[in-house]
């Protein structure tokens, strides 16, 4: 007598929800990247530390961009003192303790951060730190 030896049913690997998924990575990385970017001026060049820390941000963190020619940048809307005043004290009123990163362009006198260092200070803001790049 011959008897049939069960093979249990061939496994089959679905491949739509797996591309899905990877697709759908992609998008959200590529997006939250766009995000972080927007926030930084191209026209700015950060001068250079080699003792720097590395950049950790808070989530809620304002990066402030002064340019070389003194243009202040956040979110590539150009402010005049007054307007960045204006827009910090506004968020001063609604997060108490918030976090403002200063990205100078390494030409910018030291009057002109001194002057938003200032206005930074007036809107109520003592969290200030600075950005700076590695040396090539």
């Known amino acids: 007598m011959k008897f049939k030896s069960p093979k249990p049913p061939e496994s089959v690997i679905q491949l739509a929800p797996m591309i899905d998924i990877v697709f759908l990575l992609l998008i959200f990385f590529l997006v939250t990247w766009q995000f972080s970017r927007s926030e930084q001026d191209s026209k700015v060049k950060v001068p250079t530390s080699s003792q720097g820390k590395d950049e950790t941000r808070a989530i809620s963190e304002i990066n402030v961009n002064i ?17 960045l005043l204006t827009k910090l004290r506004a968020i001063v009123e609604v997060y108490q303790n918030q976090p403002v990163r200063l990205r100078g362009d390494g030409e910018i006198t030291y009057q002109t951060l001194m002057g938003v260092i200032d206005i930074c200070q007036q809107a109520g803001i003592w969290n ?9």
């Open 128 to 136: 200030i730190s600075f950005a700076t790049r590695r040396p090539n």
């Open 67 to 83: 340019r070389q020619s003194g243009e202040l940048v956040i979110n590539g809307e150009v402010l005049t003192e007054k307007q």
